[in-house]
């Protein structure tokens, strides 16, 4: 099986640029990287020291139901190419761990598929998931913080 990373969709990283309220109906905020811990989660690389980025709450959902987590994320303030939908492993996961976890079409997690996973066996543990037919799409999350990072789907 084949799987892709995917990074949020450059419509909406523009128009949190663009100052349009966050998935909080708030105004994303403004930083500068210190160069350690600010991942874009559009081109799913690490922001670099001195550079400025936003902070937004983001829902990786469609709809609102109990499982719909909103969280912050963090994004380049200056455009960035969005990341390649690609089975690589994004260089923004540098951390020892993340949490892997599967959710149903209906976007609620499907028990039993989330785990601490070492940053080396996500691909694995996503493949091991998207093998079970309940499990629509799989989310990367802080192991220490469960905020989204990417998410993983099946190709073809």
């Keep these: 099986m084949q799987i892709s990373f995917n990074a949020i969709l450059t419509n909406i990283a523009q128009s949190l640029r663009n100052g ?9 905020e403004m930083d500068v990287s210190d160069g350690d811990g600010n991942p874009c989660r559009h ?6 020291k001195g550079k400025p980025y936003l902070i937004a ?27 390649a939908e690609e089975d690589a492993l994004p260089e923004m996961l540098d951390s020892p761990a993340y949490i892997v976890r599967g959710y149903g079409l209906n976007e609620r997690i499907i028990y039993g ?44």
């Design 20 to 28: 349009e309220p966050d998935s909080y109906g708030l105004v994303p």
């Design 43 to 48: 081109c799913l690389k690490m922001i670099p």
């Design 57 to 83: 709450a983001y829902r990786p959902f469609d709809a609102l139901n109990p499982y719909t987590e909103t969280g912050p994320i963090f994004l380049c303030k200056e455009p960035c190419l969005r990341a």
């Design 113 to 156: 598929t989330g785990s601490v996973t070492p940053t080396e066996d996500i691909q694995a543990k996503a493949v091991s998931l998207l093998e079970d037919d309940r499990v629509a799409f799989v989310h990367v999350r802080s192991a220490s913080n469960n905020c989204f990072h990417v998410r993983i789907d099946r190709v073809g």
